[in-house]
């Protein structure tokens, strides 16, 4: 088996709007990778089906755009590290069931990241949130409506908005 590094150039365009860019090596034997990726304006919306199967909400909108260096190495436990920035634009999320905004900004950039896999090591150097919105509920019974959100169940749930704690008149 080939054991040099092969020089990695590589471009698509995903779906009409996003794009995915890398270029670095890339190796056989053993299996390594030192590349750099540029991911721009991908579109979260197809995987709608997918979050749907873990939680109740709608992915109603989002972009993401990732960009910086990975590097992959084999051995006694493969290694993965990722050092670069990453965003999620115009993001907007819906509570299924109640049909309400959940979660929604204009734009979440985190820039710094310094990941390593397997030993569990993150670090961000910022994180800028560009109009964040939450829509947090606390029940009358002390639930969290972001608890129940993420908790899949075929049982519809009760109306947070309807039992949530009375506020104090001023």
Same mark, same amino acid.
């Given at each position: 088996?080939?054991?040099?590094?092969?020089?990695?150039?590589?471009?698509?365009?995903?779906?009409?709007?996003?794009?995915?860019?890398?270029?670095?090596?890339?190796?056989?034997?053993?299996?390594?990778?030192? %590349?750099? #990726?540029?991911?721009?304006? &991908?579109? =979260?919306?197809?995987?709608?089906?997918? /979050? +749907?199967?873990?939680?109740?909400?709608?992915?109603?909108?989002?972009?993401?755009?990732?960009?910086?260096?990975?590097?992959?190495?084999?051995?006694?436990?493969?290694?993965?590290?990722?050092?670069?920035?990453?965003?999620?634009?115009?993001?907007?999320?819906?509570?299924?069931?109640?049909?309400?905004?959940?979660?929604?900004?204009?734009? %979440?950039? #985190?820039?710094?990241?310094? &990941?390593? =896999?397997?030993?569990?090591?993150?670090? /961000? +150097?910022?994180?800028?949130?560009?109009?964040?919105?939450?829509?947090?509920?606390?029940?009358?019974?002390?639930?969290?409506?972001?608890?129940?959100?993420?908790?899949?169940?075929?049982?519809?749930?009760?109306?947070?908005?309807?039992?949530?704690?009375?506020?104090?008149?001023?």
């Amino acid at each position: 088996p080939p054991t040099e590094q092969l020089d990695l150039d590589a471009s698509l365009q995903i779906n009409t709007a996003g794009s995915l860019s890398t270029s670095g090596t890339v190796g056989l034997n053993p299996v390594t990778a030192d %590349l750099l #990726i540029d991911v721009t304006t &991908l579109p =979260l919306t197809p995987f709608q089906p997918y /979050i +749907g199967q873990a939680a109740n909400v709608e992915l109603r909108n989002g972009s993401a755009n990732l960009k910086g260096r990975v590097q992959y190495q084999t051995g006694e436990e493969p290694s993965i590290r990722f050092h670069g920035d990453a965003s999620v634009a115009k993001l907007a999320t819906v509570d299924a069931q109640l049909n309400k905004d959940l979660v929604n900004w204009d734009n %979440l950039q #985190i820039n710094a990241i310094d &990941l390593a =896999l397997p030993t569990e090591h993150v670090t /961000i +150097g910022e994180v800028i949130a560009t109009k964040p919105y939450a829509d947090i509920i606390i029940s009358a019974d002390r639930n969290v409506n972001i608890r129940t959100i993420l908790t899949k169940s075929d049982q519809p749930r009760s109306n947070p908005a309807t039992e949530s704690i009375p506020k104090k008149k001023s």
